[in-house]
């Protein structure tokens, strides 16, 4: 499995949660019954949930096989920003005046690549010397960058960023990484997210991925992520304010 074919199953999978979103149940666009609504809305979005963990685990490994994190950065920076107002459009935000409800999850990508330098470049100066400043200076950073998500209103939040944080430090470890990402699964239910647990699904096409880019498709996400919501959210605007 190359990065690019989990690239496809992650933007299909996320296609599935908007639509889900969009279309089942928010806004009664088709007429079912409680029960039924029910089992649609939640196989449609915990479909969906295994997007942002493979996202994630592709962010960490395009951290580390990156040749220019700058412009790694700069590329995701450019389509938070382009997708932001499509993301509002698509959430309804535009409707009741509130664009700053939330942020998009590139955002939140931005800031996890930013904190991963941070983080290698902590443990180069402590590496040999004065381990306990290298772990309490990474806790610290790891501390201040969730707390920015959570005032910024950023997609996923801390949550987010605790699992691209377990994709990092559990970093080709096999069976460990799977166990932390189960236990953040687990954690999410306590802390009420209770879809999220539903990502765990990612780990089967994630476990089987050969470290290979694969060809083509190097521009899908950056073209399909802020696209497609621009096309819901205008069927959206259309449908509710025209």
Known sequence: MTA??????????MLIDHLTY??????????????SENVWWYLGRGI?????VIFSFLLVEGFFNT???????????VTAIIAEAAFDLMCGYFREDNI???????FLFVLALILMYVLLYIEKLYSEKKPAWRYLLS?????LFSLATYFLNIDYGYIGMSLILIFFFFRKQGWRLVVA??????ACLFLEFLLEWAGVLALIPIMQYNGEKGKGWKWTFYIFYPLHMLI???????????
């Open 67 to 77: 040749k220019n994190l700058k412009k790694y950065i700069l590329r995701l920076l």
């Open 181 to 186: 990402v189960i236990i953040w699964s687990i």
């Open 100 to 106: 700053f409800a939330a942020q998009n999850s590139v």
């Open 4 to 13: 690019n074919k989990l690239k496809l199953i992650a933007c299909f999978s």
């Open 22 to 35: 969009c279309f089942v149940a928010r806004y009664n666009w088709v007429s079912l019954t409680d029960s």
């Open 139 to 143: 806790a610290v950073a790891c501390a």
């Open 48 to 52: 969906g949930r295994s997007a942002f």
């Open 232 to 242: 819901l959210g205008i069927i959206q605007y259309i449908r509710f304010c025209c």
